[in-house]
């Protein structure tokens, strides 16, 4: 197990290589030039170019990108083009809310998608299964931001139950959770019906009855146990889909995360911060694939690392 922990971890590397070159080139073929959006649309030709001068974005795509790699190795990522501040500055700050609003999401979706996935698997083809289904179908097709300015019409114009935006106590983040998790939940809940009914069919399952073992024991600790290898897939899968959403919900819950960070640098063309970020999310995203695969392990010990 550990030398397969750190064969992945090496080969992290060569991976967020390849995305920060690709993440550089996107970043520069956005339409739009930084150095005039801090001028002014005022200013003439000669501000501009000695501002693009001052942010080095005279230099050559190789340079820039040499000077980019290298901050970020030795923990200089640079400083904003918009505001001037060092970039690990504007990010240590936002961190945090994104964190919380990601920990809460997943953990609502897992305990809720696994929970509504059993019981649709234990009750196949009755009411409670169609049910299932349905909250399921709905909330994979819902878009986000629909269902982020529902509930807030809902439960803080019209009870006044909990805060309309912002993060400043726990209450704020359940809409935003609730908002970012019920994609996962229903796909969660999909898969997890999906995998416990192959399995509710095995012959070890019929075995297990034939010895008395009252169905709560069958179903939780031989059938479910077995589910979740295929369930710990579609976490680590839609842990992407969580960092993508995360974007869209801090915009519409004006929740001062990473994701805020990002779209407001975009519209800048705020380089060095959008670039950072972007790496920052895809690093989460690998070492979480990482872990994924190590609970393989731990809900299957029938699997080996090499």
Not at 58 to 78: M, S
Not at 105 to 114: A, Y
Not at 227 to 245: E, H, K, N, R, S
Request: aromatic fraction near 10%; glycine fraction near 8%.
């Amino acid at each position: 197990m550990k030398e397969y922990i750190i064969k992945r971890l090496i080969n992290v590397i060569p991976i967020m290589f390849v995305v920060s070159v690709v993440i550089f080139l996107f970043i520069h073929f956005i339409p739009g030039d930084p150095a005039r959006m801090v001028v002014g649309h005022d200013a003439d030709i000669q501000e501009v170019e000695l501002m693009r001068e001052q942010m080095g974005l005279n230099d050559p795509y190789p340079v820039q990108y040499k000077n980019f790699i290298v901050g970020v190795f030795t923990g200089n990522w640079g400083n904003s083009l918009k505001t001037g501040l060092p970039v690990w500055d504007m990010l240590i700050p936002r961190v945090k809310p994104t964190l919380l609003l990601a920990l809460f999401s997943i953990t609502w979706s897992v305990v809720v998608g696994i929970t509504i996935g059993v019981l649709a698997a234990v009750k196949r083809g009755k009411i409670l299964d169609y049910i299932v289904m349905i909250a399921a179908a709905s909330g994979i097709s819902v878009p986000l931001f629909w269902l982020g300015l529902m509930l807030m019409q809902i439960f803080s114009v019209q009870l006044g139950w909990l805060p309309t935006t912002g993060v400043s106590c726990l209450k704020g983040y359940i809409l935003p959770s609730i908002t970012l998790g019920a994609g996962i939940t229903a796909m969660i809940a999909r898969y997890c019906r999906s995998a416990m009914i192959e399995i509710l069919r095995e012959n070890y399952i019929r075995m297990a009855r034939a010895k008395g073992l009252s169905e709560f024991i069958v179903v939780n600790k031989h059938a479910l146990r077995n589910a979740l290898v295929d369930v710990i897939t579609i976490v680590g899968l839609q842990f992407g889909y969580l960092l993508a959403g995360s974007v869209l919900v801090e915009t519409v819950f004006a929740i001062p995360g990473l994701g805020r960070l990002l779209i407001d640098s975009i519209l800048f063309r705020d380089y060095t911060v959008v670039q950072t970020v972007l790496l920052l999310f895809t690093f989460q995203f690998i070492i979480v694939n990482l872990v994924v695969d190590v609970l393989y392990g731990v809900f299957n010990p029938k699997i080996k690392y090499e």
